[in-house]
């Protein structure tokens, strides 16, 4: 018997596959990947947490789809910034449902917990996500299984509903009780850093979206820096750290143009591959703008590979009047 399991990397999610597991079910557990996490999905820490239970692991990249089909036409709208959870969680098993035939699965574990989070676990909110999910029947929550109505699974005896949980509400002291029996350590916080669920994430989003950037590369670049809405229409995305410069660095664009400080320390950018000749011109000062220690006289900038000289003509209070938000 086998079982494929929603993971998160969150407590939740491992308990749930190791409810399964102590049942001698063989589970897989998939990292949904919807493309709001953070800095990219942190493969290692997931499968390091998941390694006590034995389960095996697989990524699902459903970033297209999941823009396409869900964030914008949730059927039951959004939680308290613009996160879709009962539909992200339904479409979730639905994804997870196409593999369990490829992967000789025969049903699906989540690590929901009955009245924990205020959107997507409600009784109604769980219901919900069953029916979205086309294949109710066959999701199992073990964490909350006793005080649910019985899987197939359950009824088939293909597990032993007796050795489930019956955990309800927001009180986390009996996930705490199991984490230290099982000895599970390593796990994410709860909610695990959705960008969704994030407000002011939810402001550049919006803003990205009424400018008809809906890309899964436009979302991603949302996570990175300060951004400006130049007079031409082009975004401009200017790091606020190192770390944020080394990923403007080292990832790959294709709608988004590379500009960097050459010869003294500043921050990256990145600017709409589109930009207009004046939006390129403001945006490389708007950069020099941010790097304290610019010559005065100008200095080079590297736009997407090619260096040319040019002035701080602007100030940074001046460039604020672009900024999209102020974070
Ligand atoms: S928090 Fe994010 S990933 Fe989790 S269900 Fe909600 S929208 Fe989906």
């Known amino acids: 018997m086998k079982a494929l399991a929603l993971y998160s990397g969150g407590l939740d999610s491992l308990l749930a596959i190791q409810l399964i597991r102590n049942q001698g079910v063989d589970v897989t557990a998939l990292f949904i990947d919807i493309g709001f996490n953070g800095l990219g999905v942190r493969e290692e820490k997931l499968r390091a947490a998941l390694a006590p239970t034995g389960a095996d692991f697989q990524i699902v990249d459903t970033r297209e789809q999941f823009i396409k089909d869900i964030l914008f036409s949730p059927r039951y709208g959004y939680g308290s910034a613009m996160n879709p959870c009962i539909d992200c969680h339904g479409n979730m ?160 664009f294709s709608r988004y143009t590379v500009l960097h400080p050459v010869g003294f320390p500043g921050p990256s950018a990145l600017i709409s591959a589109n930009a207009s000749d004046g939006d390129l011109r403001l945006s490389v000062s708007i950069l020099l703008s941010y790097a304290r220690q610019a010559p005065r006289e100008g200095g080079i900038v590297s736009v997407g590979g090619l260096e040319q000289m040019a002035k701080p003509d602007i100030t940074k209070a001046d460039a604020s009047m672009y900024l999209v938000n102020k974070d």
């Open 93 to 252: 098993f639905r994804v997870a449902a196409e593999l369990m035939q490829p992967l000789g699965a025969s049903f699906l574990i989540s690590g929901e917990v009955m009245a924990q989070r205020p959107m997507s676990q409600k009784k109604a909110a769980l219901q919900s996500v069953l029916k979205l999910s086309g294949h109710a029947d066959l999701i199992v929550r073990p964490l909350s299984a006793r005080i649910l109505p019985p899987s197939l699974p359950e009824r088939e005896g293909w597990i032993n509903r007796d050795l489930l949980e019956g955990i309800s509400g927001r009180s986390r002291s009996r996930q705490m009780q199991l984490a230290e029996q099982f000895g599970l350590t390593g796990y994410d916080t709860p909610a695990g850093g959705c960008l969704l669920t994030n407000q002011t994430y939810a402001v550049k989003l919006k803003e990205t979206v009424e400018h008809g950037e809906t890309e899964v590369e436009d979302f991603g670049a949302l996570i990175l820096g300060r951004h400006f809405r130049l007079p031409g229409g082009s975004r401009l995305v200017v790091s606020r750290d190192e770390q944020e410069s080394k990923e403007i660095l080292s990832r790959k």
